[in-house]
């Protein structure tokens, strides 16, 4: 779903009185803003249970996924999809609307499924460095599942690596902190499978993105522009100066801490 959509955008520029025929710069904007909160927050995923579409039926041999093209940015690499009893993991974004996957992951069996099928993203794998603490934290948050933590020297993350449940409390803050001992010091040696987002996405940040969009897109109006170039982190950061005191409270609310990451 996202941040914000056209329909809710153009219904507070008609409040604004501003023109809204424009769709394509405001979609743009539209992703390029969700983006920038992303980046100025520390974060990659802002919503839980994100669902994508199957666009081409898919053997139970392919590691190709063709979603449907608007739902190419709603996932990131290294989440884990299910579709019908089926998990895969993203390892590549090919360029839109191809997604390559692991088939079969967390031991499901590979299977055949039809076009216009919703999967739904379950979780994600993240591999962090243990740095010899008590503690390590998510990249993502709030977390709301931890399902496994491996602390594995050799970076094999086997199942004699795997941390029993008992030995770990975790926050949804992303705090993963071992119960006794620390983690051991070592690059890239921990492998935590969670699920982080919020459910439902929070409507300050909601109105935010709304105000963030019609707040560039008068900023490019002003400069003439009309047309832009596929939106990536960053691709809206001139357009801070003109948020408001109060948006720019909100944003700092939801920036992660360098500490914690």
Do not use: C
């Not at 900023?219 to 801070?240: C, H, I, K, N």
Request: hydrophobic residues 40%; proline residues 3%; without cysteine.
């Amino acid at each position: 779903m996202g941040l914000t959509d056209i329909v809710t955008v153009q219904n507070a520029m008609r409040q604004a009185g501003l023109k809204t025929e424009t769709t394509d710069l405001l979609e743009w904007l539209i992703e390029a803003v969700e983006s920038q909160i992303k980046g100025e927050t520390r974060r990659k995923v802002l919503e839980l249970g994100v669902k994508v579409e199957l666009a081409e039926a898919l053997d139970d041999s392919e590691a190709d996924v063709d979603v449907v093209p608007a739902d190419y940015r709603k996932v990131e690499i290294k989440q884990i999809l299910k579709v019908d009893s089926e998990e895969m993991l993203i390892t590549a974004k090919s360029g839109s609307p191809i997604l390559t996957v692991t088939r079969g992951y967390n031991s499901t069996t590979k299977a055949t499924h039809t076009s216009g099928t919703e999967m739904q993203i379950i979780g994600m794998e993240e591999v962090r460095d243990g740095k010899g603490l008590e503690f390590i934290y998510t990249r993502e948050y709030p977390v709301v599942e931890v399902s496994k933590v491996y602390d594995s020297a050799d970076r094999s993350y086997g199942s004699g690596d795997l941390i029993d449940s008992a030995d770990y409390v975790w926050m949804s803050s992303g705090k993963i902190r071992r119960v006794s001992g620390v983690w051991y010091d070592g690059i890239q040696n921990m492998k935590v499978v969670y699920n982080a987002g919020f459910s439902p996405v929070p409507r300050e940040l909601e109105r935010l993105a709304t105000e963030w969009v019609i707040l560039a897109f008068k900023g490019l109006d002003r400069l003439g522009v009309s047309t832009v170039s596929s939106p990536t982190e960053g691709s809206v950061s001139m357009f801070y100066e003109f948020l408001t005191p109060e948006l720019k409270r909100l944003l700092n609310r939801y920036r992660r801490p360098l500490l914690a990451i």
